[in-house]
């Protein structure tokens, strides 16, 4: 968050972005669990690495995290299925 905002230094779950007005925004969970529309530019997510391009579903760290959770998922689906015959 910008300099002496009540939240500076906080990590906040991050659920969505959108641009507007050409600029990256945020939407965020705050502590409280409301959500808020924050500038980018207000957080260190520039330092973090580049913002998201648009249209991209996550990055290829995430997606390969959610393949082994869907592998282990479907390979104990096929083992219930078995066990049922």
Same mark, same amino acid.
């Given at each position: 968050?910008?300099?002496?905002?009540?939240?500076?230094?906080?990590?906040?779950?991050?659920?969505?972005?959108?641009?507007?007005?050409?600029?990256?925004?945020?939407?965020?969970?705050?502590? @409280?669990?409301?959500?808020?529309?924050?500038?980018?530019?207000?957080? @260190?997510?520039?330092?973090?690495?580049?913002?998201?391009?648009?249209?991209?579903?996550?990055?290829?760290? @995430?997606?390969?995290?959610?393949?082994?959770?869907? @592998?282990?998922?479907?390979?104990?689906?096929?083992?219930?299925?078995?066990?049922?015959?």
């Amino acid at each position: 968050m910008r300099a002496r905002h009540p939240l500076e230094g906080c990590s906040l779950a991050l659920i969505g972005w959108m641009r507007r007005r050409r600029s990256l925004e945020l939407i965020l969970v705050l502590p @409280d669990g409301s959500r808020a529309l924050i500038p980018a530019a207000w957080t @260190d997510l520039e330092e973090a690495g580049e913002a998201p391009a648009a249209g991209t579903l996550a990055s290829p760290a @995430d997606l390969l995290v959610a393949r082994r959770v869907l @592998d282990g998922l479907l390979r104990a689906s096929e083992d219930d299925g078995q066990a049922a015959r």
